[in-house]
Nanobody, 121 residues
């Protein structure tokens, strides 16, 4: 079994900050890419940021310069620091990890359960 557990969501005023965390646990041999996605009401889920095992990052244009993704490979945890939050950042945020459960396994994507981020005054 593999679990991804997110934390850190909540209600914040425009211009504020939040830090999301996502910890992967269970039978894990290695983790490749880890990323954050978000889904607003009546919209499709889309990429926010992704980080490779080597630390290369990629961001959606809408969050560049405001959000920072990082990871702790010892703790199997990925973080999303969100600054200068805007109402349009309001969404459910999901983490995803592409990982191998055994050395001989194929890479499989696992998702967290999601955490709500609401930006409102």
């Amino acid at each position: 079994q593999v679990q991804l557990v997110e934390s850190g969501g909540g209600l914040v005023q425009p211009g504020g900050s939040l830090r999301l965390s996502c910890a992967a646990s269970g039978t894990i041999f290695s983790i490749n890419d880890m990323g954050w996605y978000r889904q607003a009401p009546e919209k499709e889920r889309g990429l926010v940021a992704v980080i490779t095992s080597g630390g290369t990052t990629n961001y959606a244009d809408s969050v560049k310069g405001r959000f920072t993704i990082s990871r702790d490979n010892v703790k199997n945890t990925v973080y999303l620091q969100m600054n200068s939050l805007k109402p349009e950042d309001t969404a459910v945020y999901y983490c995803k990890a592409g990982l191998k459960r055994r050395s001989y396994s194929i890479i499989t994507d696992y998702w967290g359960q999601g955490t709500q981020v609401t930006v409102s005054s």
